[in-house]
Nanobody, 121 residues
Framework: QVQLVESGGGLVQAGGSLRLSCKAS???????????KEWYRQAPGKPRELVAS???????NYADSVKGRFAISRDNARKMVYLQMDSLKPEDTALYYC????????????WGQGTQVTVSA
């Protein structure tokens, strides 16, 4: 059974940094390698939004609100996805989710349960 498990969230002061991790347990390596990797976030009372994405050929995209501050990366061998978050702002406070969308397989996207990030002013 595939599970995405996020970690690394917490409470940090504005201007600080956090590194989120997402472990794809139970997923075979070829499916992980063939998946688009994404981080979403959802703040209270707001819709879930795409924060960062990493395509199969390594192209990254970021929401305008996090460009220059966040960086998505992967370690295929360890089946890990990361989100480095620097210069954090109170408006970055949200529940952060990892999402993997396999390509070339008849599989639905996988979501993690989320990790809370709280940025104090």
């Amino acid at each position: 059974q595939v599970q995405l498990v996020e970690s690394g969230g917490g409470l940090v002061q504005a201007g600080g940094s956090l590194r989120l991790s997402c472990k794809a347990s139970g997923m075979i390596l070829s499916v992980f390698s063939s998946s688009v990797k994404e981080w979403y976030r959802q703040a209270p009372g707001k819709p879930r939004e795409l924060v960062a994405s990493l395509s199969l050929d390594g192209v990254t995209n970021y929401a305008d609100s996090v460009k220059g501050r966040f960086a998505i990366s992967r370690d295929n061998a360890r089946k890990m996805v990361y989100l480095q978050m620097d210069s954090l702002k109170p408006e970055d406070t949200a529940l952060y989710y990892c999402r993997l969308e396999p390509r070339g397989y008849n599989l639905q996207p996988y979501w993690g349960q989320g990790t809370q990030v709280t940025v104090s002013a």
